[in-house]
């Protein structure tokens, strides 16, 4: 009897890790097909387009150029070592493999390796740089009542610790 219980969890798990080792193929080829080593890579030029807005938005002068570009210089290599490829790649893979079932992982890989699959791969970072954009331009906009807020929240605190005392 013990050994029909220990056959059968030997045939199992070997299953279960055959099943694992193809859903991990797929993803692997997933991650592939999506370039997603280059969405990396792309990253770094909306960085180097939000820095460039920084500068503007900072009022760098003209002899503070060399001052910012050097920050920009060492932000940009710490972006590169600590967010590369190879650091993300790993965390990408189990993140797939968390939330995609096998069959999610089969339908997006058939869908990417079509024409419009492609297509939109290669325009995903221009839309996410937008959109990160756009979102700068809400959150700026919305600034000054979210300070304004927060002046209310810590009087607010100030108010009622002063009560409690």
Known sequence: MGKVILLSLFIFSTNLYA???AKQQKIDELVEVMNMDAMVDSMYGQVESMMKNMSAQMGVKPDE???FDKYYADMTEVL????SWQKMQPMMINLYDKQFTSQEISDMLAFYKTESGQAILKKMPQVMQA????SQAL???AM???QAIAGELGEALKRS?????
Do not use: F, G, L, Y
Request: charged share 30%; glycine share 0%; hydrophobic share 35%.
């Open 19 to 21: 099943a694992q080792t």
């Open 65 to 67: 150029k060399a001052i």
């Open 80 to 83: 590169k070592t600590k967010m």
């Open 131 to 134: 959109s990160m954009q756009m």
């Open 139 to 141: 959150v700026q906009d």
């Open 144 to 146: 000054p009542e979210i």
């Open 161 to 165: 610790r002063s009560e409690a005392n």
